[in-house]
């Protein structure tokens, strides 16, 4: 459903949370190997979310990527979504039509667009806080 560069953006931005909760900084070595991504493949995913405010790089010795704890609460899944993917998961065709609408539906135009609406509402409804607390509770987890 997600392209593999947004799974890996919100593995990311969960472990980045986990260990703000803890005010350390995470290297992009360490993300990438919890989140078992290349690391210049992970550069990029982080330099998006950097780009769009969701997380945070500090240069330097003690430098890495964090997000404000403050902040954990009221980002949003769909934040990450749109910081990497766009919008398009909410307007694609469940088939891969180019053409596909109320006018010239496809066969699970209907079917799929309810799937997306509620896609939709899941994603700007949950954020990153009740995200890291379960895996920190061990109720979910990041890695298999």
Do not use: W
């Amino acid at each position: 459903m997600f392209s593999k560069a947004c799974e890996y953006g919100i593995k990311a931005s969960i472990f980045i949370s986990l260990n703000s909760y803890e005010e350390k900084r995470v290297s992009l070595k360490a993300i990438a190997k919890e989140i078992n991504s290349p690391e210049a493949f992970t550069a990029k995913i982080l330099q998006d979310l950097v780009r769009h405010d969701i997380i945070n790089s500090v240069k330097g010795a003690h430098g890495g990527f964090e997000i404000d704890k403050n902040a954990i609460s009221s980002i949003k899944l769909s934040q990450i979504v749109n910081a990497i993917d766009g919008d398009d998961i909410y307007k694609g065709c469940g088939l891969g039509l180019h053409t596909c609408d109320e006018n010239h539906p496809c066969p699970v135009h209907d079917k799929f667009k309810s799937v997306r609406d509620e896609l939709k509402n899941m994603l700007e409804q949950t954020n990153l806080e009740e995200l890291a607390l379960d895996i920190k509770s061990g109720i979910a987890f990041l890695k298999t």
